[in-house]
């Protein structure tokens, strides 16, 4: 299958808009068509032809080559397909995805995988912070879909997050899965201080714990829990990392007491 | 009647009459093996008929943990009622009281269907609010706190409204021994094909019935022309050499599952020939007008 790819000519000059660049929406266009598609975010028109080489192929696959941390909102909406990144994105990338699947070969703005609701992001380098995290007004993050990071995130990964999975394999910044309404987030390894803060369900597993924990949880003991087994075996396919954690025992903390309290922080002993 | 006689042993040219049945599968795990077993033949203990028992359930095949979605043993359950809303209730009755309480236990779905059973949607609740509601992907499972740990249960099961149920043979042997061995044979053939169930005890039944009882109340009553004790006081359709007669009832999730049952049941049964097993095969029907499954023995002969 040939991807329609889009090369990067220079680094732009001012942020961009990549949120038409998605599959469902580019199905059916000519080329002259997706040239023709703008992209900038000040008054300076912008169009896909000034900024990248087009070469035909699937819409249903689409490639960006030369990605640069000014390409904004790269995914956002869509429904099926997928698009590989190679280099780096800005913010929103992935957000509110309904299906398919986003690859981005470097790092990651804030708010990536924002309110997303389906589908499959995987980020190989680091993500700034509120990854899943709803901007502001919005009542919940992430409502489904599995989000793999291979490398850090940033502060509130999982912020407000209500459904689905998030797997960051290297270590999360502070108020990691703060206020989540409910769903799962593994960090591999360390996180930053009050992991869960104001969690009201949901849970986090922490590979190797985190700088500080909040009062506000209550230890619950060192238990092997077939329904983190169980998700293993879900996650396998996206990270045996994060699968191998859980199939370990795990100290269960139940918290955050200072709200609702059904949510858990499972630590395990990796260092 | 006409019959067809293959290695020595005579078969009816009759059929077995089944009806449609609504049907669904879980699987059930432990950490053994044995304990899974045991969840799954105490669920499945008290379901030979559903006119007394409210459905019909067995063990269809026993799961290596490679094929169980936690990785543990596990037992693969059919069971089988007349409605959607007595399956529904059996279902959570049965997962409730003997799967949710044997040891280290888990249950999950082993039916696709359009429609859906409750499973641990309607067992969360014992949960008393510890419940904890967790979606993999499409799949949605219920962890609910207990003694030994956490009983994890798949949301909802498939429902299935082609299954086959009252599939049977009946088998006419000189001895009661010999009869048990041939079907002893022919149910340990039946326990291996896929998606079909022998709910009787072992997969054996010796009181088959008839419709209808002299007495008020009783739906069905003893079938007397099969009956070797009273050859000579009723119109009997046993032969002057039969001493004993059992019969294997059928459960299928489709009306192709019964029929290879029904065929695995008398390959096995003409393997043991007529000297060690049976030198008859006949079996139950109600005159083809009631049930619209009809499986003619002479087309089952491998």
């Excluded at chain 1, 912008?46 to 689409?62: P, T």
């Excluded at chain 1, 499959?120 to 901007?135: H, S, Y």
């Excluded at chain 2, 249950?107 to 641990?120: F, R, S």
């Amino acid at each position: 299958m040939k991807p329609l790819t889009f090369t990067l000519h220079q680094r732009p000059e001012q942020r961009l808009d990549l949120s038409s660049l998605v599959p469902h929406f580019l199905v059916g266009k000519t080329a002259a068509q997706i040239e023709r598609i703008e992209l900038q975010t000040t008054r300076v028109r912008v169009d896909v032809a000034e900024i990248f080489r087009l070469r035909m192929g699937d819409a249903e696959y689409l490639r960006i080559e030369g990605a640069s941390d000014r390409f904004d909102r790269v995914g956002e909406g869509m429904t099926a397909g997928e698009i590989v990144v190679e280099g780096d994105v800005g913010i929103r990338a992935g957000r509110m995805m309904r299906g398919g699947r986003l690859t981005v070969h470097g790092t990651a703005g804030p708010w990536a995988a924002s309110g997303m609701k389906a589908g499959v992001i995987e980020i190989f380098g680091t993500v700034a912070d509120c990854l899943g995290g709803p901007l502001a007004g919005e009542m919940a993050g992430m409502r489904g879909g599995t989000v793999v990071v291979r490398g850090r995130a940033g502060e509130r990964a999982g912020d407000r997050m209500r459904r689905g999975t998030i797997i960051i394999e290297g270590e999360a910044g502070s108020y990691a899965g703060s206020r989540m309404i409910a769903g799962t987030l593994i960090v591999g390894r360390k996180a930053g201080p009050l992991p869960g803060f104001l969690m009201k369900r949901g849970t986090i597993v922490l590979g190797a714990g985190c700088s500080a924990i909040s009062p506000t949880f209550v230890d619950c003991g060192q238990h092997e829990l077939l329904g983190m087994r169980l998700l293993a075996g879900f996650i396998d396919g996206y990270s045996k990392r994060g699968a191998s954690l859980l199939r370990r025992p795990l100290q269960r903390l139940a918290g955050d007491m200072a709200v609702r309290g059904n949510g858990e922080i499972l630590i395990g002993n990796r260092n | 009647m006409p019959a067809v006689t293959v290695k020595g042993v005579r078969i009816d040219d009759t059929f077995a009459e089944a009806f449609g049945m609504r049907a669904t599968a879980v699987i059930v795990t432990a950490d053994s093996a044995r304990w899974a077993r045991q969840a799954a033949l105490t669920m499945t203990g008290f379901a030979t008929s559903v006119i007394g028992c409210g459905c019909e359930a067995g063990i269809d095949r026993e799961l290596g943990p490679r094929q169980t979605p936690d990785g543990r043993p596990g037992v693969r359950v059919l069971m089988f009622a007349v409605s959607t809303a007595e399956l529904q209730k059996q279902l959570q009755a049965r997962v409730a009281q003997c799967v949710l309480t044997s040891p280290g236990s888990a249950c999950y779905a082993a039916l696709e269907g359009e429609e859906k059973l409750k499973l641990g949607n309607a067992l969360r609740y014992f949960g008393d609010g510890w419940q904890i509601s967790k979606r993999f992907g499409a799949k949605h499972f219920w962890r609910i706190p207990v003694m030994d740990g956490e009983f994890v249960c798949e949301a909802t099961t498939g429902l299935t409204k082609k299954a086959v149920g009252g599939g049977n043979l009946i088998m006419l042997g000189r001895t009661p021994k010999a009869t048990l061995a041939a079907a002893e044979a022919a149910a340990a053939a039946i326990a291996k094909v896929p998606d079909a169930i022998a709910p009787f005890p072992g997969g054996i039944v010796r009181s088959g019935s008839k419709v209808g009882c002299k007495y008020k109340g009783a739906a069905a009553s003893t079938n007397d022309a099969f009956c070797p004790t009273l050859r000579g006081a009723v119109k009997t359709s046993l032969d002057a050499d039969t001493g004993s007669v059992l019969e294997i009832v059928i459960d299928g999730l489709t009306s192709d599952a019964v029929a290879a049952a029904m065929r695995a049941g008398i390959a096995a049964i003409l393997k043991l020939g007529p000297k060690r097993g049976v030198a008859r095969i006949s079996a139950g029907n109600y005159g083809g007008k009631l049930g619209p499954h009809h499986y003619h023995l002479k087309d089952l002969v491998p």
